[in-house]
């Protein structure tokens, strides 16, 4: 067993107990920890966090300590989809309004770190089969306005609000900064139900959206599911997604930092 404390003789024969060399040094090096700033990220929509504990846990563990994140954000309420304007609403969910978010976002001081499931895939190439999910149809509703028709998270009006909120907010998605082409492999966040007409149809709208001036510090974004039978996936329809930044080039400076 390790000695923290060592007696020790001041003002005559009185003794008083002082930290160890190797306890000044695990208290500095928890010190060091606390100031550092964060590097490694991961966000997951578990779906039901009860259920991933229960049945998923161990595997999900396993995977946090390979990848050891200094944050984890996991959900199990999503942002709901915006859908079509004429569809029925549910009065408790959240409003679809982007305006407050991009004023907030201009009015921030410090780089912005935004990660979650958004509900929303930009492009086309964020979605697995394009022409499926333009045609979808919720119920069988068709909305009068065609900006609104097709799955919920890929009309072409949520698509354009989110284009928008990026562009205002000088924002970057980070997943895509680095991804150029489509990865029919590992491309995507949401997988649709193995069963039926969405079998292999996915889409990626979990995000880490980042500020311009994280640019150069974006070392890995990586989504961390693959495949239509859901490998990495830990019971869920999301996968975990990971984002890492580089350490400062200048630790004095304050230029990007969080």
């Known amino acids: 067993m390790k000695r923290f404390f060592k007696p020790i003789e001041k003002d005559g024969s009185a003794k008083k107990p002082a930290l160890s060399p190797a306890k000044k040094e695990t208290e500095n090096e928890e010190e060091n920890k606390k100031k550092r700033e964060p590097l490694k990220f991961l ?5 039901s966090l009860l259920l991933r504990v229960k049945n998923n846990w161990p595997d999900f563990s396993n995977f946090v ?6 944050v984890i954000a996991i959900q199990e309420v999503r942002m ?3 859908g079509s304007k004429g569809a029925p609403k549910n009065p408790g969910e959240l409003k679809d309004d982007t305006g407050p978010s991009r004023e907030e976002k201009r009015c921030s001081e410090k780089p912005l770190i935004w990660c979650g499931d958004l509900n929303v895939s930009h492009e086309e190439i964020d979605v697995s089969h394009p022409d499926f999910f333009s045609a979808a149809k919720l119920n069988g509703y068709i909305p009068p306005n065609k900006e609104d028709c097709g799955q919920p998270g890929f009309t072409l009006s949520e698509r354009k609000r989110f284009g928008a909120l990026l562009k205002e907010g000088r924002l970057l998605d980070a997943y895509r900064f680095l991804h150029k ?5 590992c491309g995507f966040s949401w997988s649709g139900n193995p069963i039926g ?9 979990d995000y880490f959206v980042v500020s311009e001036e994280l640019k150069d510090r974006i070392a890995e974004c990586e989504m961390r599911g693959r495949g239509i039978e859901l ?13 890492e930044l580089s350490p ?5 400076s304050n230029q ?3």
């Open 181 to 185: 082409e489509k990865d029919m492999d």
């Open 80 to 82: 709901p989809a915006a």
């Open 231 to 243: 490998e990495g996936f830990y019971g869920s329809d999301h996968c975990p997604v990971s984002f």
């Open 43 to 47: 966000t997951w929509n578990a779906n």
């Open 65 to 70: 300590t390979t990848f050891d994140p200094d």
């Open 197 to 205: 007409k969405y079998r292999g149809k996915r889409m990626r709208i």
């Open 248 to 252: 400062q080039a200048t630790p004095d």
């Open 256 to 258: 990007g930092s969080l």
